[in-house]
């Protein structure tokens, strides 16, 4: 199935920019605030493993949190990615598809090196070795990892998207993305100020106009090919902070080049939302569907 979504117009960079700023630093801020005071106990049918040492780059511990469901075969399994302008965030809070358990579907939620600790492509680096830990060690923890797929929001969705151009359709075999980066050399200039680094400057690791080699290798925009796995987009009508038309132009290079491509635009919604169960409802198909048998 595609849906096809309704041209919108570019957003000029000058003061919506920083109001966009101030926004994201906002939704960021109540990241880092709410940090693991948000993690839940077990729900009926799911059993959950929590800080799942998975890496050590340059000895700092990298863990995941793996929400399986209780059932008598191995799991597939979703890699969940939170956002937070690479800056903030944590693998505990806002794990939008957590209910996936419900649906017979492992959810692992991964934490990844902050911008502060690292910058790109340390970030794909640390999704692509909890993606391998998995492989590697998942049946341990009742996870088929052969049906891996990858999902995330803002930032994170960033990372899912370059996860799968990383690793191909026959590894990631299918990534909801929601209200993400897609073009990164655009969405640093969108926020750029002289003399003060944005969010997405710390994520490349300095002045984007001086890194622009790295906001091209960080775009997904970038690895658009028949070798990616089937996406669903999801984005909210009146973004502030990733403008909408990055999640329209992910969608159309995609289905130009064949790739089954859904796109949702959630009306009156705008960035960082929780899914609504018809929203949800949604995943949980596009993911039962693409991780079967």
């Known amino acids: 199935m595609t849906s096809r979504a309704p041209a919108f117009p570019l957003i000029s960079a000058t003061g919506e920019a920083m109001r966009r700023l101030g926004r994201w630093c906002c939704v960021c801020a109540a990241l880092l605030a709410a940090g693991c005071a948000t993690y839940g106990p077990e729900r009926p049918g799911e059993k959950i493993y929590r800080d799942v040492v998975f890496a050590a780059p340059g000895g700092h511990k990298l863990r995941m949190d793996i929400y399986v469901p209780r059932q008598s075969k191995p799991a597939p399994v979703v890699l969940w990615f ?27 939620s991964v934490q990844y090196r902050m911008s502060h600790t690292a910058v790109y492509p340390a970030q794909l680096e640390d999704c692509r070795a909890a993606a391998q830990w998995l492989r590697d060690n998942g049946a341990r923890y009742g996870i088929d990892s052969t049906r891996m797929g990858a999902s995330g929001e803002s930032s994170g969705g960033q990372l899912a998207a370059m996860l799968a151009a990383a690793e191909g359709k026959s590894r990631i075999r299918a990534v909801c993305a929601l209200y993400a980066p897609t073009d990164m050399v655009e969405l640093a200039q969108l926020y750029s100020k002289p003399g003060r680094l944005s969010l997405v400057d710390k994520f490349l690791g300095g002045p984007a106009d001086q890194k622009l080699d790295v906001a091209v290798n960080a775009s997904p925009l970038n690895y658009i090919s028949r070798a990616l796995p089937p996406f669903l987009i999801i984005h909210g009508e009146f973004d502030g902070v990733v403008p909408l038309e990055q999640s329209e132009r992910l969608f159309l290079a995609l289905t130009d080049v064949g790739v089954e491509t859904q796109f ?30």
């Open 82 to 108: 939170f956002g937070g302008g690479w800056s903030f965030g944590s693998k505990g809070y806002h794990v939008n598809v957590r209910d996936l358990t419900t649906a017979g579907i492992a959810v692992a």
């Open 264 to 293: 949702i635009v959630v009306p009156g919604k705008r960035h960082w939302f929780r899914l609504d169960n018809t929203q949800f409802a949604e995943v949980s198909r596009f993911f039962q569907v693409n991780l079967k048998r």
